[in-house]
């Protein structure tokens, strides 16, 4: 029964994934933010109700990743935390657009993340064309200068590769594409979850089972404690290349606020560098 069952469940995501992403945005004007991001380099964050963590990225991202088009697309759950986020994004000058509400937040945090970018694929990537795209996670830091899409020169996709098996995808918090390349592809950055691929797996059949993997470049990456004497499962922190990644998910519950502590601390002085007076251009209005 096993194939029956999960061919059932694979259905009903789908269902629900084609029903959701024919929803407006909740807030944002997403035909500016498109114009905004055609033909550019798009960086496209979601969100997810973290006030501080918005404002610290798109900081860091203006201040070391300066030649993309910063977006928040925000799938928090509650509109007030929605609307502080909008209002930091407009403040830091980064693009927003609020999600329609999610049916799996609060159920299925990784269906949920999927839902959301297979939204922002359809609804505002496609349509825009723009020169390439990557999504990243809203806890996730740049702490020195980098282009993220420079791989993209010799490859059609770029980011952290996650190994299951025989089978492999890109983290869905790091990972970069060439618009050219992937257009025509029915892609779907949510979970393969019978083939034990998480967010972003999806896009195995696809993409990357047509890709030599070992012909890529793969975004360096490397997970340590948040402290010494703790176990990396108990607190860790991910390097990506010069990114720092909280990995807000992961770690004991009650050294949550101890390592959030420590993230603001290691990117104080990143963050003291970025947090001049914005005058390049008035803030994005969408």
């Not at 945005?25 to 933010?33: E, K, S």
């Not at 910063?70 to 830091?92: G, K, L, Q, Y």
């Not at 299925?108 to 959301?116: C, E, F």
């Not at 990537?125 to 010799?154: C, E, H, N, Q, W």
Request: hydrophobic share 45%.
């Amino acid at each position: 029964m096993r194939p029956l069952v999960q061919s059932l469940k694979t259905a009903r995501y789908r269902a629900v994934d084609a029903g959701y992403r024919r929803k407006p945005p909740a807030a944002g004007d997403l035909a500016a933010v498109g114009r905004a991001i055609g033909g550019r380099n798009a960086l496209v964050t979601i969100a997810f109700a973290d006030v501080n963590a918005a404002r610290w990225q798109i900081a860091l991202i203006r201040h070391y990743v300066p030649d993309v088009v910063h977006v928040i697309v925000d799938n928090s759950p509650d509109d007030a935390t929605a609307e502080r986020i909008r209002h930091v994004a407009r403040a830091e000058g980064a693009h927003y657009l609020q999600l329609p509400r999610n049916p799996w937040s609060g159920k299925a945090p990784s269906r949920s993340h999927g839902l959301a970018l297979n939204w922002t694929w359809h609804n505002l990537i496609r349509p825009a064309v723009p020169a390439a795209f990557g999504f990243i996670d809203d806890d996730l830091f740049p702490t020195g200068r980098d282009d993220p899409f420079a791989p993209l020169a010799r490859q059609d996709c770029y980011g952290q590769v996650r190994r299951i098996g025989s089978r492999w995808f890109l983290w869905a918090g790091f990972c970069m594409f060439r618009f050219d390349k992937v257009a025509d592809l029915p892609l779907d950055f949510g979970q393969d979850w019978f083939l034990g691929l998480d967010t972003g797996g999806g896009n195995w059949e696809p993409l990357y089972s047509r890709l030599d993997l070992a012909t890529l470049e793969e975004a360096e990456t490397r997970f340590v404690p948040f402290r010494p004497g703790l176990a990396v499962e108990d607190g860790p922190l991910q390097w990506v290349g010069p990114w720092l990644h909280e990995v807000g998910l992961m770690g004991r519950p009650e050294l949550a606020e101890e390592k959030r502590n420590t993230v603001e601390s290691l990117i104080a002085p990143h963050l003291a560098a970025a947090m001049r007076p914005f005058v390049e251009k008035e803030p994005a209005s969408s």
